[in-house]
């Protein structure tokens, strides 16, 4: 987006420095008055709505030579003004950063659905019309009894085929009331849990066709862990263990384990840890990680 500058230089009578086009706004971001003289003037910055009559005058007492920053954003409705008189001799303002935005109530700046097309409206860019050929259409350009298909128009939404299954059936109006809409459930069907309750002491086997989901706890005495039932060889497989107060004992892991960073976790002694284990060979190597540690 290219960005404009507006600059006058004012005299005791007077003169317009911009004015909004049809349709659409015009801002500033800022600007600055320039006394030209050797003397105290006063400038006055006017704003004058789309029938040339005064919304407000804004007066600045600038002193010989000055320069003063007009820090405000101004926004100007279709139409409007901008105009400056000086009290005397010339003074120079400028107002920059102007950008040009589509009325917010006639042509909206985004997406407004406007009904079917009709030859006597005037359309703006993002207007939403519906085409006699059934296809919803979007506006690019601003235009006037430019009926789409044309190049002021793009398809938007593309009619469905005539019939009974709830597509777009030729003569019939639809409204978002006709409309349903159905939204795919996710299920995890893989997903199923394997609660081993406190495994303290001797060994455990965590048996990989009782569940994905492991959930255990280690209270009071040293723990040895196997695995068994891994997926068949050559397969991807992978199971979650929620493991509560698993550093308060010695925990002994299948040799199998291959941790990220050759290390065996040092786990929480009073709390919720969670650990990952996947293999890609049938369970001959675990990749084992940490997918938390002391997360309740």
Same mark, same amino acid.
Do not use: C
């Given at each position: ?19 909004? *086009? ?13 006394? @030209? ?73 985004? &997406?407004?659905?406007?009904?079917? &097309? ?8 993002? @207007? ?19 009926? *789409?298909?044309?190049?002021? &128009? ?29 939204? *795919? ?45 891994? *997926? =068949? ?30 290390? =065996? ?32």
């Amino acid at each position: 987006m290219n960005l404009k500058n507006y600059s006058i230089v004012g005299t005791t009578s007077i003169s317009t420095l911009a004015q909004a *086009p049809s349709g659409y706004h015009l801002s500033f971001v800022g600007g600055f008055l320039v006394n @030209n003289s050797a003397s105290e003037i006063t400038v006055t910055v006017s704003i004058y709505d789309s029938s040339n009559a005064l919304k407000v005058d804004i007066p600045f007492l600038l002193t010989a030579s000055e320069k003063k920053d007009i820090s405000t954003k101004i926004f100007l409705q279709p139409l409007e003004r901008v105009k400056v008189i000086t009290s005397a001799d010339t003074a120079t303002l400028t107002l920059f950063g102007a950008e040009t935005v589509v009325d917010a109530d006639s042509p909206p700046d985004s &997406w407004a659905w406007i009904g079917a &097309w009709d030859s006597s409206t005037t359309y703006y860019p993002n @207007n939403l019309v519906l085409g006699a050929d059934g296809n919803a259409y979007i506006s690019i350009i601003t235009s006037t009894d430019s009926e *789409p298909p044309s190049a002021n &128009w793009e398809v938007f939404v593309a009619k469905g085929i005539d019939g009974t299954d709830g597509s777009y059936i030729a003569g019939t109006t639809l409204s978002m009331a006709d409309a349903v809409i159905s939204r *795919p459930k996710l299920i995890d069907v893989s997903e199923s849990i394997n609660a081993l309750g406190d495994i303290s002491g001797g060994t455990t086997d965590i048996d990989l066709e009782d569940g994905n989901i492991v959930i255990a706890t280690v209270s009071t005495a040293a723990q040895t862990l196997t695995f068994s039932n891994p *997926p =068949a060889t050559g397969s991807n497989g992978s199971f979650i263990l929620y493991l509560t107060n698993g550093g308060s004992q010695t925990i002994t892991w299948p040799t199998s384990v291959d941790w990220v960073g050759a290390t =065996a976790p040092t786990l929480t002694a009073a709390g919720l840890d969670i650990l990952v284990f996947s293999t890609n060979d049938g369970g001959t190597t675990w990749l084992g990680l940490v997918a938390g540690l002391d997360v309740k």
